[in-house]
């Protein structure tokens, strides 16, 4: 379990808190007038929480794209070319 220490009380213990984080894999919310601010946790743990996060931005690319493709695939590529020019001419005319 986690524990708390405010930021002020984290200025004079620094190398005690670290080390509990780093040796015993103690993670600390870090507050700042009671409110919780920040997070000390170890860097492993850490590097898991960004791949973690990376790996779900790769799959909800890649089921739009999925669904953009099976969407387009009912246009033709000659209907999609007209969108593009009529596009074209509207963004051309507000200019």
């Given at each position: 379990m986690g524990k708390t220490i405010g930021v002020t009380e984290l200025q004079k213990k620094f190398l005690i808190v670290l080390d509990e984080v780093v040796q015993q894999q103690v993670p600390y919310i870090l507050t700042r007038g009671s409110r919780p601010q920040a997070a000390l946790i170890p860097y492993e743990q850490y590097e898991k929480l960004v791949q973690g996060n990376e790996s779900r931005i790769?799959?909800?690319?890649?089921?739009?794209?999925?669904?953009?493709?099976?969407?387009?695939?009912?246009?033709?590529?000659?209907?999609?070319?007209?969108?593009?020019?009529?596009?074209?001419?509207?963004?051309?005319?507000?200019?």
């Open positions: 790769l799959d909800h690319i890649d089921h739009a794209l999925a669904r953009m493709t099976k969407i387009n695939a009912r246009y033709s590529d000659a209907e999609v070319e007209a969108d593009l020019r009529q596009t074209t001419k509207v963004v051309r005319a507000h200019k």
